[in-house]
C-alpha cells in the first residue's frame, strides 16, 4: 500500500524551531515529488513548495520561500519541512502529499497530489 | 502566479441532487492542468479529478470533471451523503506554484 506517514501534533513557542516529518512507503520515494501544504484554522488549502528526493530540486511558493525549508533524505524515505523561527501564524495543519507525474510522449512534469499523509497539527503560542 | 476563483462559495442541495462546482482561472491554463479534491472534515484531502477530466484511482464515475483554457467544472451526477464536503480546485500548468481555489463547501439542504 503507498501510503505517507507524517510526524505528530507539535505545540511550540514564538521564535523556537521545529522540522515535521513525512515518511513514504510502498513506492520509489526517490522518483517521485513531494510536497508540502498549509491549512490554516477553518482555512482552505496553500502550497507550499515540492522537492524531488532524488537530486534535491526545490521549488517554492513566494509566500513560503525563506521562511520554511523543504529537504529529504532518501536512504529512510523521509521529507522534511523545517522552521527555523517559528510565528503564531505558522499556526496550521500541514500536510504532505505525492506528486504524480504528468506525462506526454516528450516529457513528464510535477502534476497534482495523488497520495496524502495524515496531517501534523503545529501549534505556536506564547 | 494563477488565480483560481472557485463558485459558488456554499453550494445547498439534497442527496440525489446533480451538483456543478466551478473554477475559474485568472489566465489560461496550459494543458487543462486541473485537478480537484475532496476534503471531508477533520481529514486530508483526497485526488478526486487530474487533466481536467481524468478520474483519480477508486474515485466513482458520478465525479466527472471538464474545461479547457480558464474554465473548469465539477460534477457529481446523483450526489450521495458521503460528498457532502469541502472541494478545491488546483492548477499545476504554469511554473510553480501550484495554486489552489478558495473551495466550494457542498452541504445538505
Not at chain 1, 104 to 114: I, K, M, S, Y
Not at chain 2, 66 to 71: E, I, K, L, N, Q
Given at each position: 500500500?503507498?501510503?505517507l506517514?507524517?510526524?505528530?501534533?507539535?505545540?511550540?513557542?514564538?521564535?523556537?524551531s521545529?522540522?515535521?516529518?513525512?515518511?513514504?512507503?510502498?513506492?520509489f520515494?526517490t522518483?517521485?515529488?513531494?510536497?508540502?501544504?498549509?491549512?490554516?484554522?477553518?482555512r482552505?488549502?496553500?502550497?507550499?513548495?515540492?522537492?524531488?528526493?532524488?537530486?534535491?530540486?526545490?521549488?517554492?511558493?513566494?509566500a513560503?520561500?525563506?521562511?520554511?525549508?523543504?529537504?529529504?533524505d532518501?536512504?529512510?524515505s523521509?521529507?522534511?519541512?523545517?522552521?527555523?523561527?517559528l510565528?503564531?501564524?505558522?499556526?496550521?495543519?500541514y500536510?504532505?502529499?505525492r506528486v504524480?507525474?504528468?506525462c506526454?510522449?516528450?516529457?513528464?512534469?510535477?502534476?497534482?497530489?495523488?497520495i496524502?499523509?495524515?496531517?501534523?497539527?503545529?501549534t505556536v503560542?506564547? | 502566479e494563477i488565480?483560481?476563483?472557485q463558485?459558488?462559495?456554499t453550494?445547498?442541495l439534497?442527496p440525489?441532487?446533480?451538483?456543478?462546482l466551478?473554477?475559474?482561472?485568472?489566465?489560461?491554463?496550459?494543458?487543462?492542468y486541473v485537478?480537484?479534491?475532496?476534503?471531508?472534515?477533520?481529514?486530508?484531502p483526497?485526488?478526486?479529478?487530474?487533466g481536467?477530466?481524468?478520474r483519480?484511482?477508486?474515485?466513482?464515475?458520478?465525479?466527472?470533471g471538464?474545461?479547457?483554457?480558464?474554465?473548469f467544472t465539477l460534477?457529481?451526477?446523483?450526489?450521495?451523503?458521503?460528498?457532502?464536503a469541502?472541494?478545491y480546485?488546483?492548477?499545476?500548468?504554469s511554473?510553480?506554484?501550484?495554486t489552489?481555489?478558495?473551495?466550494?463547501?457542498?452541504?445538505?439542504?
Open positions: 500500500e503507498v501510503q506517514v507524517q510526524s505528530g501534533a507539535e505545540v511550540k513557542k514564538p521564535g523556537e521545529l522540522k515535521i516529518t513525512c515518511q513514504g512507503s510502498g513506492y520515494f522518483s517521485s515529488w513531494i510536497g508540502w501544504v498549509r491549512q490554516m484554522p477553518g482552505g488549502l496553500e502550497w507550499m513548495g515540492i522537492i524531488y528526493p532524488m537530486d534535491s530540486d526545490t521549488r517554492f511558493s513566494p513560503f520561500e525563506g521562511h520554511v525549508s523543504i529537504s529529504a532518501t536512504s529512510i523521509t521529507a522534511y519541512l523545517q522552521w527555523s523561527s510565528k503564531a501564524s505558522d499556526t496550521a495543519i500536510y504532505c502529499a504524480r507525474a504528468d506526454t510522449p516528450a516529457t513528464c512534469r510535477a502534476g497534482a497530489f495523488d496524502w499523509g495524515q496531517g501534523t497539527m503545529v503560542s506564547s | 488565480v483560481l476563483t463558485s459558488p462559495g453550494l445547498s439534497s440525489g441532487e446533480r451538483a456543478t466551478s473554477c475559474r482561472a485568472s489566465q489560461s491554463v496550459s494543458n487543462s485537478a480537484w479534491y475532496q476534503q471531508r472534515p477533520g481529514q486530508a483526497r485526488l478526486l479529478i487530474y481536467a477530466s481524468s483519480a484511482t477508486g474515485i466513482p464515475d458520478r465525479f466527472s471538464y474545461g479547457s483554457g480558464t474554465d460534477i457529481i451526477s446523483r450526489l450521495e451523503p458521503e460528498d457532502f469541502v472541494y480546485c488546483q492548477q499545476y500548468g511554473p510553480p506554484p501550484y489552489f481555489g478558495q473551495g466550494t463547501t457542498l452541504e445538505i439542504k
